[in-house]
């Protein structure tokens, strides 16, 4: 399963990078465009994954197993 969520992720990142370069070399100035939008775009999802992760690590120092398997049950 991880190696099929890998080649489906590598054929969406090349597609990406294929269109990128369709666009810019059309157009430099659109390209550039492109290119700052996704950059911007991947900076905020990045920033809100490192929150997401320290938001979680704190959850795991802070509140103990025994209570997470009481709130959540025991399976989970």
């Given at each position: 399963m991880l190696k099929q969520t890998i080649k489906e992720?590598?054929?969406y990142i090349l597609?990406?990078?294929l269109i990128w370069s369709i666009i810019s070399f059309i157009s430099p100035t659109k390209g550039m465009l492109v290119g700052e939008v996704a950059y911007g775009a991947f900076l905020k999802a990045l920033a809100i994954i490192i929150a997401v992760f320290i938001i979680?690590?704190?959850i795991q120092v802070w509140v103990g197993p025994q209570t997470l398997?009481?709130?959540l049950g025991k399976e989970s």
């Amino acid at each position: 399963m991880l190696k099929q969520t890998i080649k489906e992720a590598l054929i969406y990142i090349l597609a990406t990078i294929l269109i990128w370069s369709i666009i810019s070399f059309i157009s430099p100035t659109k390209g550039m465009l492109v290119g700052e939008v996704a950059y911007g775009a991947f900076l905020k999802a990045l920033a809100i994954i490192i929150a997401v992760f320290i938001i979680i690590g704190l959850i795991q120092v802070w509140v103990g197993p025994q209570t997470l398997a009481k709130i959540l049950g025991k399976e989970s």
